[in-house]
C-alpha cells in the first residue's frame, strides 16, 4: 500500500525524501520503501516500451536532482586515465604504427589530434567492425603517443566519490538490471520455433533501456566503479535471478533461461547420452596411475588417430555405430565423440553455469546475436580494471558457446564483427591474455573450438587413392568456409599467439601442438583438382577462393605468428617439436591417402599447409638457431615422399600454362596465380621450393633430376633422333612443358630465399624483380612485395628499411599531368645501375602472376641497354651472380653435376644445332644457364680431373663423371635411339663399328615405358630407389605397354604417323662425334651466322667485361671463356675446336614440309618488327592528327577558322565532309555545317572583382559569399533597371547569359547536314552502350570523336569579307551615320524556305533547349520577342567574353589561341544574324539616333509612356554593339562596322567620366569642374578629358543633383587623391573591356590579324586596330583615352542630352541613378575556391558536417568547388521531384555543370547535364598518389598542378572532350 501511495507523489520529491532515509544510520524502513517501490515501478509484467519505470529510475538515481545535473556531478569524480571511447562500424579512427605496441592498437580522432604524431607512420581508417580508443593504455601503445588528457594522467588526482552520492544507484541498480534480464528471458524462443524479427521485436523495445545503461557507462568511473560491483556481485545475481516464491511470471523466466542454458555445451545433451558410454571411456583414458604428462600425451596421440580415422575403436557404442550405417556418413558423429576424449578439459564441452550478472548479460547478447547497443555497454565498461578481467574471463568462459551461436547464425558476417570489436579489445593485451591462458585455459578452449567448428564440414579426401583414404579434408563448398565464419576465431587465435608468453605455453604443450596439426591436416589436399579430359565442365566451381583464404589464414598466419618467437638459439627446443610433429602428421598422412611413390595422374591440389609448417621451421632453424639440417630430416623413402606433391604442383603450374587444364575453366588459371600472388607467395609457393631444394640436396641427383623431366612429361622429347612419340602430350604442349621443366630446375638451382640471402638482400630482390616488371607506385609496391604476416610488426612493410631499400633501388617520378587527359601518379621506376647488375629474370618469372610481365620486364630491360648503348639487338635474360649457399644446403649443387642432367643438355643442344621441332629460343637459353650455373658451382671432387681421360673406359656410359668440366669436352660418337620406321635416320646404313662406343641413350635408372626404350647398361643408381622400382616395374611395364599402344586417341597422333597404327620402333645407330663444347661452339656460329666468329686465338683477346648483357651469342662466349678459365683441358679442346670449324651440315631432310623452326623464329622475328614499324607510324601519324585537331594547349597551329590574308581571295570557301569525303561549298540546298558543342554555361557568371580566389571555408567562421559574383551583379542591375523603365527598352540595355549562357565550340570538322542526318540513324540504330545519348542529339564527331551534340550551318558564299568590303573608305564620319541609319532602315526580308533556313532555324531551336528557361526568361511577359531578341544577342556576347577569357583576359598575346581553334563565331554570327533581322528596331526608339543626334521635343511622347527609355548612360555598350552588329543586313561593310565602334566608343567615353565622377568625393567633384570649365574654349576641347569631364559633372549636378543621394556611404576611394594620371588610367580600364570585344569581333567577322602587344599598350594597340587612332609612329607622349574621341555632332550638346536623361527622372528612379551610373565593368579571371593544402582540414571539418537541408549528417557529402555548397551525394533525404541533390545544385550553380568534391573518397565526380564522370583527385600523398575511397589513409596533400588543369578544364568548357569515362547519372546523384 505505501508502494502505491507514492507512485502517486511527485517523483523527484519522493526520490529526495528516500535518499535521505537511505542515508540514516538505522535506514531498514528506508530500504523497505524503496524495495517495494522498485517492485512496483520495475514490474516485469509491464510492457518494456513502457517509459515511465525509466523515468522513475532516472528520478531515484540522481536522488531528486535534475538527471542532467546528477551526470554532470557524476562526471566531475572520473578517475579514468584511458580514454576507451567506443566506437562502432564505420567510425573514422586512426592507427599509428611508431606508437603502437599491438598491431590491432587505435585511437579516435580527437586523441590522435591532440598527441604529437608527426612524422610517425600513421593511417586514417574506417572501422570495419568497430573499435576502442587506446589511448592512455601502455600495455598496447607506448606513453609517448598518448594525448594531451591521458598523459597527464588527469584522472588520478580526482577527489574520492562522497558516499551519498552514488548510495541510490547501488540500491536500484540491480533491480534495473535483473528487469532487463528478465525481458531478455521472456523474449527468447528456441531458434527453431522463433523467427529472426522476434529477437529484434525484443530488442527494439528494450532500447531505452539499455542506451540508460550505455548512458551511465559515459558518466565515467565513479559510475563504472558501482556498475562493476554490481555486475560481478554473486550474492546479489542468487538474491535475484530465481525471482520471489510467489512471482509466477518470474518462475517461468527461470525456466526458460535454464532451457536455454541446456544446450550451451559444444556437444548438446542429447548427443551425450546417445555416446554416453563412449565419452566417458574417452575421457577417463589416461591411467590414474600413469605420470600426467606421458598419459596425457598417449591419450592426446590416441585421440588424434581417432580423428584421423583409425578403427581402433574406443567403445562398443561407437563399433556398432559404425556398422550400423555407411562408414562414409558416419564420419562426423563418430568423430565428434571421439573429439570429447581427446580434450584435456572435459569442462570446455559442457553447459554453462552463472555466477553472476556479468555472465548472463553476455549470455543473452550472445544468444541474441551480439546487439550492438549491448555489445557497446559491455565494451564502454573496460576502462575498469576489475571488470575488465572478470570480463575476458567470462568470455573466455562463453568461448565456445559463442562459436556454436555463430555457425547457426544467419547473419554470420555482422555478428563475427561484433564479436571482433569485443576479443580483440581483450586479446590485445598481453598481460591479459597471459593470465586468461594460464586460469582458463584459453589455448585449449580454442583450438578445441576450432576443430570442433571444422568437424561440421569435414569430407573424404579423394587424393591419390579413392575408395581406401582414410583421410578427411574440410570441403571449401561448404558455408563456414565460403563466407569465412571462422574468421573470428582464427583472428583471434593469431591475436593471442602474437604475445610472445602465449606463444611459449603453445610451443611447450605437446597435446596442444599434436591437436593442432590434426587441425591443420585437415587442410591439407583440399580442394583437389582433377584434370577434365574429354569435355569441358559444366559449371566451374569458385571454391578456390575458399580454399586459398582458408589455408592463409587458418594455417599460414597462426604459423608465422609461431615463427616469431623461434628466432633465438634458446627457443631450439620448439622448432625441433615442431618439426617431429610435421613428420609424425605427413606419415600418417601418406598412410592415410595410401600412398606409396607414385602421385596419382591428373589430380593436383594446391594446399599442402602440413609440407609449409615443416619447410618454414626448417628454414628457420637453419636461419636463425643453427641447428644442424640432418638431425631434423627423415630418412631417404620419407625425403622422397614429401618432394612428390610439391612437385606435382610445380608440373602443374606448367601444364596449366601449357592450356593443358582448358577444359577445367577459368578458375584452375585463378588458382595458379594465386598460388604465385604476393599475398599467398611466401606461405606457399616459397616454402614448396624451399622444401624441394631440402629434398634436391639430400637425395641422389640423377634420381631428382629424372623424376623432374618425368613428372613434367617431356622424357619421350629428350631424344636425339629428330621424331619420337610421346604418350602424354600433344606436340603444341611439349614445348611449354620443356620451357616449364628447364625454368623449373634453373629457379630450384639458383634462387637463394631460404638458402642465405639475409632479410635485406630478400627485401631488395624482391622489390628489384617487381619495378623491373612495371613502374610501380608506392603502395601497390607495398602491397606487391610479400612480408611473412608477422603480426608483432603491425602487419604493414612500412619499416624504415622499405624506405631506404627503395631509395637505393629506384628513382622516383612525379606525377605529371598529361593535356591528353590521362592523370598519371607518382611512380618509381628502377635506377640504371638495377638494370645493369641486379635485373634478375629469374625471380621476375617465380613472381609474375601474369605471364605477360615476364616479357613487359624482358621489353623495359631491352629498352634500357638500347637506350644506355650496351646492345641493340634483342637481348637474352642476363645471367645473375648468386649469393653463396649456406653450407648445409652444399648439396644443391650436385644436381648441376649428375650424368642425367648431363644427357639431357648434351641432347638439347644437339637436338637445337640440328633444328628439331618444338625447340625454342627459351628451351636454349634455359639450358646455358644450367651450364653455366653448373660452372659457377662446382662441387669439390677428390682426385684431380686434369688428366685427359682416355674414351675406352667408358664404354658403359654416356660420360665418364660427374663433373661438368670434364664432361663439357668429352665427345660422344655414336648414340642408339628408338625412333619410328618413318623417321629419315632409319633410311641411313648403320656404321660398321658401332659394339664399343654405341652408348645407350635413356633416362638413367627411370622406368621407362614399355617397349619405347631398352635394358639399361648402366651402374645401378641409389639402391632403395632401385629396389622400389624393381617392383613396379613388371606392372607398370604392363599396363602402361597396352595404353600406349590401345588408348591412345588418334587426333592427337603426330603428323607423320600414318593414320591408322602407330608405326614401329626401330633401334638406330647415329653417330655424333660432337661434344658439348663443340656443340656450342657451332651453336654459336649459327646464331651469329658468321662462319669464323671464333678463331683459334679467339679467347686470347677476351675481354670478360663485356659479357654481361647482350643475346645468345654473348651468353655461350661467356660460358666458353669461363669452362677456360677454370681448366686448361677445356681450353685446350675450345682452341682445337674453334681452329678446325667447319660450317654444320645439316641431315638431309626427307620432307621439304620440314622448315626449320629457327627460320621460323627468324620470320616471325622480323614480322614483328615490320608490325612495330607499322604502328610507330601510325602512333606518329596519329600524334600529329591530334595535335592539330584537339590539342588543348597548343596554339602552334592555325585552325581551319582563322584564314589567314592568303585565302581571302577565293570566291567560295570549300569544305571537306568528314562522313562522305566529298569536297564542296555550302549552298542554299545541300548546306555544309560545322560540328559544335552546345552547353550551357556559368563559367562568366562566377567571376569576382578580386584576383585572389575565394577560400573554402573549413571552420564555422569562414563563408563563401556570392554576392559579388558577375552573375549577381548583372542580375541586380536588370531588376533594378526594370523596376523603373519599359521593359522593352531594358530588354536591349543588358546582356544576359553570364549564368546559364549558352557556349558554342567546334572541333572544326565540317560535315553535310544530310550525310550528318544518316549518321544519326546509323548511331540510333546501333546497340553498343555508347557515353552519349544519341536520342539527344549527342553525336561524336566521325573524324576525331569529340563530343559534339548540334551542327551550324556554314553560310553559303564567301569565306571571310574580302576585296571592297575591306577597303579603307575616305568617308567622312556624317556620311558613314547616314548610311548605317539607312542600313538599319532597311527590313529583314523573310529568307526564302530553303534547306539551309530549315537548318538555321533548328540550330536556334537547339541552342535555345540548351539552357534553362529560367536562364533566358527575364522580361516580364516570357516569350516575348524582347525577351527572345535579348536571348539571341546574349548568345553571341557571351561566346565573346568567354573567348576572351580563353585567351586569358586580354588580347595582348594575339594570334590564334588554343581557344580559337574551338571558336566558330563567324558562322554563329551568321546564324544569329538571320534569326535577328526578323525583328526590327522601331526608328522612334532607335538607340542609333541618340547615339548620333541631338534630338528634340521627345519629352512630350514620353508622357504617354507609363516608363521612360532606359538613360543611354545606363545601357551597356557591348550590347549595343553586338545588337547593331546583328541586325543589319549581312554582309556589313567593315566601313560600316568601324563607325559603329567609333559613335559607341564616345558613349563609353560618356558613362566612364560619369561612373569616376561618382568615385570623387564632394570637394574633388568642385574641384574637376572648375578646371574643366577653363579647358572648355580650347581648340581641341571635345578631345579633352578634363574638359569632357568637367562638363559632365556639371550637368549631372544641375536641376537635382544625382550625387546628393547617396552622400551618407562615404565613396569607394575617397581616400586617395585623383591625379591627371590616375584618371587616364581609370578611363582606359573602364574602355578597355569594350575595345577588346570589337577587337575581337571585327578579328572573327572579317579575319583580320590581331597582333600581340605589351600589356601596358594594350590600350592603344587595340585603338588603332579599331581605327579609332592613327597608327603613329612611335612618340615620347603617350596616348590619351580621350584622343580616340570622334564626334559626328558636338560632344557639349550630345553630352547634355544624355545626362539631362538621368537628371529627368522621376524622385523614386533619381536614388538608384548613381548606382547605375557607377558601374566597373572589369572582372577578374574565374577561379575555383581556394583548397587548404592538406586533406584533413576538409576531412575533420565536413565528415561530421550536418547538411543544412536536411540536418543530418550525410552518409555521402560532397562539397561544390564553385560555390563551396555542402551538399548530400545521392542522398534521398534531399530529393526533390526525383531529382537528388548533387545534380540539383549543378542545375541551379553551373548551368547543368558542377564540380563536386567527395569528401569520404577525395575524388572529384564533374557532373554534365545527364552524364557524370570520375575526375580524379587533386589531393596526393607523400608519394604523388591518389587514396580513393580513403582506402589507406595516409596524410594528403594538394597537387596544384592538377587543381590548375581541373581549372582550366572548367574555364575551357573542355570536360566533354579531355574525360573519357561518361555514364548516365539518371538524376541519383
Given amino acids: 500500500m505505501m508502494a502505491a501511495s507514492l507512485l502517486r507523489r511527485d517523483k523527484k520529491a519522493t526520490a529526495a525524501h528516500l535518499k535521505a532515509d537511505l542515508n540514516r544510520t538505522d535506514n531498514s524502513s528506508g530500504v523497505r520503501q524503496l524495495q517495494e517501490l522498485l517492485d512496483c515501478v520495475l514490474n516485469p509484467e509491464k510492457p518494456a516500451a513502457d517509459t515511465e519505470a525509466l523515468d522513475w529510475c532516472k528520478c531515484l538515481i540522481a536522488g531528486g536532482e535534475g538527471f542532467e545535473e546528477f551526470c554532470k556531478t557524476v562526471r566531475s569524480y572520473d578517475n579514468a586515465t584511458l580514454c576507451g571511447l567506443v566506437w562502432t562500424a564505420n567510425f573514422v579512427a586512426y592507427r599509428c604504427r611508431t606508437c603502437g605496441i599491438s598491431p590491432c592498437m587505435s585511437l579516435c580522432a580527437e586523441c590522435f589530434n591532440n598527441g604529437d604524431h608527426t612524422g610517425h607512420d600513421f593511417n586514417m581508417f574506417r572501422s570495419q567492425a568497430g573499435g576502442a580508443c587506446d589511448c592512455g593504455d601502455s600495455n598496447v601503445m607506448r606513453e609517448s603517443g598518448f594525448c594531451r588528457r591521458h598523459r597527464l594522467r588527469t584522472g588520478e588526482n580526482v577527489p574520492s566519490v562522497p558516499r551519498d552520492l552514488l548510495l541510490m544507484s547501488e540500491t536500484v541498480l540491480p533491480r534495473f538490471i535483473i528487469c532487463i534480464l528478465q525481458y531478455l528471458r521472456d523474449g527468447y524462443t528456441e531458434p527453431d520455433t522463433s523467427a529472426e524479427r522476434d529477437l529484434q521485436k525484443v530488442l527494439q523495445q528494450l532500447e531505452p533501456q539499455i542506451s540508460f545503461l550505455e548512458d551511465l557507462t559515459k558518466m565515467g568511473g565513479a559510475m563504472r566503479t558501482v556498475l562493476t560491483k554490481i555486475l560481478t556481485n554473486q550474492q546479489t545475481f542468487k538474491d535475484l535471478s530465481m525471482g520471489q516464491e510467489e512471482n509466477v511470471y518470474a518462475k517461468n523466466n527461470y525456466e526458460k533461461y535454464l532451457s536455454a542454458l541446456k544446450n550451451s555445451g559444444l556437444v548438446s545433451s542429447e548427443e551425450k547420452a546417445g555416446a554416453g558410454a563412449g565419452a566417458q571411456a574417452g575421457a577417463a583414458e589416461p591411467p590414474p596411475g600413469a605420470e600426467a604428462g606421458a598419459g596425457a600425451e598417449a591419450g592426446a596421440t590416441a585421440g588424434a588417430l581417432g580423428l584421423l580415422g583409425a578403427t581402433a575403436p574406443a567403445s562398443p557404442d561407437d563399433s556398432n555405430k559404425e556398422e550400423d550405417q555407411d562408414g562414409g556418413q558416419c564420419v562426423g558423429q563418430r568423430k565428434r565423440v571421439k573429439l570429447s576424449s581427446t580434450t584435456k578439459d572435459p569442462s570446455i564441452m559442457d553447459s554453462l553455469k552463472h555466477k553472476c550478472f556479468l555472465e548472463e548479460l553476455l549470455f543473452w547478447t550472445i544468444k541474441y546475436e551480439f546487439p550492438q547497443k549491448m555489445v557497446t555497454f559491455l565494451l564502454n565498461m573496460l576502462p575498469d580494471q576489475d571488470y575488465k578481467i572478470t570480463f575476458t574471463k567470462t568470455f573466455v568462459q562463453h568461448y565456445a558457446f559463442i562459436m556454436k551461436t555463430l555457425m547457426k547464425s544467419h547473419e554470420s558476417d555482422t555478428m563475427s564483427n561484433r564479436i571482433v570489436h569485443i576479443s580483440v579489445q581483450l586479446f590485445s593485451n598481453e598481460e591479459l591474455a597471459r593470465h586468461v591462458t594460464e586460469e582458463c585455459q584459453l589455448l585449449d578452449i580454442m583450438v578445441t573450438v576450432l576443430l570442433y567448428m571444422m568437424e561440421s564440414c569435414l569430407i573424404k579426401s579423394e587424393l591419390q587413392d579413392e575408395e581406401n583414404s582414410r583421410h578427411v579434408v574440410v570441403n571449401c563448398g561448404e558455408a563456414l568456409l565460403k563466407n569465412n565464419t571462422y574468421w573470428p576465431l582464427v583472428s583471434d587465435f593469431i591475436n593471442i599467439l602474437s604475445h610472445q608468453s602465449v606463444a611459449k605455453k603453445f610451443l611447450e604443450d605437446h597435446s596442444l601442438l599434436m591437436l593442432w596439426m590434426t587441425f591443420v591436416s585437415f587442410f591439407q589436399g583440399m580442394n583437389l583438382n582433377k584434370r577434365e579430359l574429354n569435355e569441358h565442365v559444366e559449371f566451374e566451381s569458385q571454391t578456390y577462393y575458399a580454399a586459398f583464404a582458408a589455408e592463409l589464414e587458418a594455417c599460414a598466419q597462426p604459423m608465422w605468428g609461431l615463427l616469431t618467437h623461434c628466432k633465438v638459439k634458446e627457443t631450439q627446443e620448439y622448432t625441433k617439436t615442431v618439426v617431429r610433429y610435421c613428420l609424425e602428421t605427413l606419415q600418417i598422412w601418406f598412410d592415410a591417402i595410401g600412398f606409396v611413390d607414385e602421385p596419382a595422374p591428373n589430380q593436383v591440389t594446391f594446399h599442402l599447409p602440413l609440407h609449409r609448417y615443416y619447410a618454414m621451421f626448417l628454414s628457420k632453424a637453419m636461419k636463425c638457431q643453427g641447428l644442424d639440417l640432418d638431425s631434423l630430416l627423415p630418412d631417404q623413402e620419407m625425403l622422397m615422399k614429401i618432394m612428390v606433391h610439391p612437385l606435382q604442383i610445380q608440373a602443374s603450374l606448367s601444364e596449366v600454362h601449357s592450356n593443358m587444364w582448358v577444359r577445367n575453366g577459368l578458375q584452375i588459371k585463378g588458382q595458379a596465380m594465386t598460388y604465385v600472388q604476393s599475398h599467398f607467395c611466401n606461405s606457399m609457393i616459397d616454402p614448396d621450393i624451399y622444401l624441394l631444394q631440402v629434398c634436391a640436396s639430400r637425395l641422389d641427383p640423377d634420381y631428382f633430376i629424372s623424376s623432374v623431366f618425368e613428372r613434367f612429361k617431356v622424357v619421350d622429347l629428350l631424344t636425339m633422333a629428330s621424331q619420337h612419340q610421346n604418350a602424354v602430350l600433344d606436340s603444341e604442349q611439349e614445348r611449354p612443358m620443356l620451357e616449364g621443366a628447364l625454368t623449373f630446375l634453373v629457379i630450384l638451382s639458383s634462387l637463394r630465399i631460404h638458402l642465405g640471402m639475409g632479410d635485406d638482400e630478400i627485401l631488395r630482390a624482391e622489390m628489384v624483380s617487381q619495378l623491373c616488371m612495371n613502374d610501380r607506385t608506392h603502395s601497390s609496391l607495398l602491397d606487391l612485395i610479400p612480408e611473412n604476416p608477422n603480426p608483432k610488426s603491425g602487419i604493414v612493410p612500412g619499416s624504415c628499411s622499405f624506405e631506404d631499400m627503395l631509395s637505393a633501388v629506384a628513382d622516383f617520378k612525379a606525377p605529371v599531368f598529361e593535356p591528353g587527359g590521362s592523370m598519371q601518379q607518382g611512380m618509381y621506376t628502377p635506377k640504371a645501375e638495377v638494370w645493369e647488375k641486379e635485373f634478375d629474370p629469374i625471380m621476375v618469372i617465380l613472381r609474375t602472376v601474369y605471364r605477360r610481365d615476364v616479357q613487359s620486364a624482358m621489353d623495359r630491360y631491352s629498352a634500357f641497354l638500347k637506350q644506355s648503348g650496351m646492345h641493340t639487338g634483342n637481348p637474352w635474360p642476363p645471367y645473375k651472380e648468386r649469393t653463396p649457399l649456406h653450407p648445409c644446403y652444399k648439396g644443391l649443387a650436385r644436381l648441376l653435376h649428375c650424368k642425367t642432367l648431363h644427357i639431357v643438355i648434351f641432347t638439347l643442344l644437339y637436338k637445337i644445332w640440328m633444328d628439331h621441332q618444338n625447340l625454342s629460343e627459351h628451351v636454349l637459353c634455359m639450358v646455358l644457364y644450367l651450364i653455366e650455373l653448373g660452372l659457377d658451382n662446382m662441387v669439390q671432387e677428390d682426385k684431380e680431373e686434369e688428366e685427359p681421360c682416355i674414351e675406352e673406359h667408358c664404354h658403359d656410359s654416356w660420360f665418364p663423371g660427374t663433373n661438368l668440366l670434364t664432361n663439357l669436352h668429352h665427345v660422344i660418337n655414336f648414340v642408339r635411339v628408338r625412333v619410328p620406321e618413318t623417321a629419315p635416320e632409319v633410311k641411313k646404313e648403320p656404321p660398321p663399328s658401332t659394339s664399343a662406343e654405341a652408348s645407350t641413350f635413356s633416362q638413367n635408372s627411370r622406368r621407362l615405358t614399355g617397349n619405347w626404350r631398352e635394358n639399361l647398361r648402366e651402374a645401378q643408381v641409389f639402391s632403395l630407389v632401385a629396389e622400389r622400382r624393381r617392383k613396379f616395374q613388371e606392372i607398370i611395364n604392363r599396363s602402361s605397354t597396352e595404353a600406349s599402344q590401345s588408348a591412345r586417341p588418334k587426333s592427337s597422333s603426330t603428323r607423320w604417323v600414318p593414320p591408322g597404327t602407330p608405326p614401329q620402333l626401330v633401334t638406330e645407330i647415329l653417330e655424333i662425334r660432337e661434344s658439348m663444347v663443340s656443340l656450342l661452339v657451332k651453336l654459336h656460329q649459327k646464331l651469329s651466322a658468321k662462319q669464323s666468329a671464333l678463331s683459334a686465338t679467339w679467347l686470347e683477346d677476351m675481354d670478360t667485361g663485356r659479357h654481361a648483357h647482350g643475346d645468345g651469342i654473348t651468353a655461350i662466349e661467356r660460358i666458353l671463356t669461363k669452362a677456360a678459365t677454370r681448366s686448361r683441358q677445356s681450353r685446350r679442346c675450345i682452341q682445337e675446336i674453334c681452329g678446325k670449324v667447319c660450317p654444320p651440315v645439316p641431315p638431309k631432310k626427307n620432307s621439304p614440309s620440314d622448315k626449320k623452326t629457327m627460320d621460323k623464329e627468324e620470320r616471325r622475328q622480323r614480322a614483328r618488327e615490320r608490325q612495330q614499324k607499322l604502328l610507330a607510324e601510325f602512333a606518329s601519324r596519329q600524334k600529329s592528327f591530334m595535335e592539330t585537331a584537339m590539342d588543348v594547349e597548343s596554339p602552334e597551329t592555325e585552325a581551319a577558322m582563322d584564314m589567314g590574308a592568303s585565302e581571302l581571295m577565293e570566291s567560295e570557301v570549300l569544305y571537306d565532309c568528314v562522313i562522305c569525303g566529298q569536297s564542296g561549298p555550302s549552298t542554299e540546298d545541300r548546306p555544309t555545317g560545322l560540328v559544335v558543342l552546345l552547353q550551357a554555361s556559368s563559367v562568366l557568371g562566377h567571376r569576382c572583382r578580386g584576383e585572389q580566389a575565394k577560400k573554402l571555408p573549413t ?283 567609333r559613335m559607341l566608343y564616345n558613349l563609353l567615353y560618356a558613362q566612364a567620366l560619369a561612373a569616376l565622377s561618382g568615385r570623387f568625393s564632394p570637394e574633388e567633384r568642385q574641384a574637376w569642374s572648375t578646371s574643366g570649365a577653363l579647358k572648355k574654349n580650347a581648340a581641341n576641347a571635345e578631345k579633352s578629358s578634363e574638359a569632357l569631364l568637367g562638363h559632365v559633372i556639371g550637368e549631372l549636378s544641375s536641376e537635382r543633383s544625382v550625387y546628393d543621394v547617396n552622400l551618407e556611404e562615404p565613396s569607394m576611394l575617397s581616400s586617395s587623391v585623383w591625379s591627371p594620371q590616375s584618371i587616364e588610367y581609370s578611363l582606359q580600364q573602364f574602355c578597355l573591356p569594350f575595345l577588346r570585344l570589337s577587337c575581337l569581333l571585327q578579328h572573327h567577322l572579317y579575319g583580320d590579324h590581331l597582333s600581340g602587344c605589351p600589356e601596358d599598350d594594350e590600350f592603344s594597340s587595340l585603338a588603332v586596330c579599331l581605327g579609332l587612332l592613327a597608327p603613329c609612329p612611335q612618340t615620347s607622349n603617350p596616348i590619351t583615352s580621350a584622343s580616340c574621341l570622334e564626334w559626328a555632332v558636338g560632344a557639349f550638346p550630345l553630352i547634355t542630352q544624355w545626362c539631362s536623361e538621368v537628371t529627368g527622372l522621376s524622385d523614386s528612379q533619381a536614388e538608384q541613378s548613381l548606382t547605375l551610373l557607377v558601374q566597373d565593368p572589369q572582372w577578374a579571371p574565374p577561379h575555383l575556391l581556394q583548397l587548404p593544402d592538406n586533406y584533413n582540414t576538409i576531412f575533420q571539418y565536413y565528415h561530421r558536417k550536418a547538411c543544412s537541408a536536411c540536418k543530418k549528417v550525410p552518409k555521402d557529402p560532397a562539397l561544390c568547388l564553385v560555390c563551396g555548397a555542402f551538399v548530400c551525394l545521392k542522398g534521398l533525404c534531399c530529393k526533390q521531384q526525383g531529382i537528388c541533390e548533387c545534380v540539383l545544385h549543378s542545375q541551379h550553380c553551373g548551368a547543368a555543370t558542377g564540380i563536386f568534391l567527395l569528401i569520404n573518397a577525395s575524388v572529384i565526380i564533374i557532373i554534365r547535364g545527364h552524364r557524370f564522370c570520375l575526375w580524379g583527385s587533386v589531393y596526393l600523398d607523400a608519394h604523388g598518389e591518389e587514396d580513393r575511397d580513403l582506402r589507406r589513409g595516409k596524410p594528403l596533400f594538394l597537387c596544384e598542378e592538377r587543381y590548375r588543369v581541373l581549372e582550366l578544364q572548367w574555364v575551357s568548357h573542355t570536360f566533354d572532350h579531355i574525360n573519357k569515362r561518361w555514364g548516365p547519372h539518371y538524376n541519383g546523384l
Fill in 1259 to 1541: 571552420c564555422d567562421q569562414e563563408h563563401v559569399y556570392p554576392a559579388d559574383t558577375c552573375g549577381a551583379a548583372h542580375d541586380v542591375r536588370l531588376t533594378l533597371m526594370q523596376r523603373f523603365f519599359k521593359d522593352s527598352s531594358c530588354l536591349q540595355s543588358v546582356s544576359i547569359g553570364w549564368d546559364g549562357g549558352v557556349y558554342v565550340q567546334t572541333c572544326g570538322h565540317t560535315l553535310h547536314i544530310d550525310c550528318h542526318k544518316s549518321y544519326m540513324e546509323s548511331l540510333r540504330n546501333d546497340q553498343v552502350l555508347q557515353g552519349f545519348s544519341v536520342d539527344k542529339g549527342e553525336f561524336t564527331c566521325p573524324l576525331c570523336r569529340q563530343f559534339a551534340n548540334s551542327v551550324l550551318p556554314c553560310r553559303p558564299g564567301r569565306g571571310t569579307q574580302a576585296g571592297a568590303w575591306r577597303a579603307p573608305s575616305s568617308k567622312t564620319t556624317s556620311v558613314l551615320v547616314k548610311e548605317v541609319e539607312d542600313q538599319q532602315d532597311t527590313l529583314g526580308l523573310f529568307p526564302t524556305e530553303s534547306n539551309l533556313s530549315k537548318e538555321m532555324e533548328l540550330v536556334i531551336k537547339d541552342i535555345k533547349n540548351t539552357t534553362q528557361k529560367k536562364y533566358m526568361d527575364y522580361g516580364r511577359n516570357p516569350g516575348s520577342p524582347d525577351n527572345d531578341f535579348l536571348f539571341m544577342y546574349s548568345v553571341a556576347r557571351t561566346n565573346l567574353e568567354l573567348e576572351l577569357v580563353h585567351r586569358g583576359g586580354n588580347l595582348c598575346s594575339g594570334g590564334a589561341s588554343a581557344a580559337a581553334k574551338r571558336s566558330c563565331l563567324n558562322q554563329l554570327f551568321h546564324v544569329l544574324n538571320m534569326h535577328m533581322r526578323l525583328y526590327s528596331i522601331d526608328s522612334a526608339y532607335n538607340p542609333w539616333n541618340r547615339l548620333t543626334q541631338i534630338t528634340h521635343g521627345r519629352e512630350a511622347d514620353g508622357l504617354d509612356e507609363e516608363r521612360p527609355e532606359v538613360p543611354m548612360l545606363f545601357r551597356d555598350v557591348p550590347s549595343l554593339l553586338i545588337i547593331f552588329v546583328l541586325t543589319m543586313p549581312q554582309p556589313l561593310r567593315k566601313e560600316h562596322f568601324m563607325c559603329v565602334v
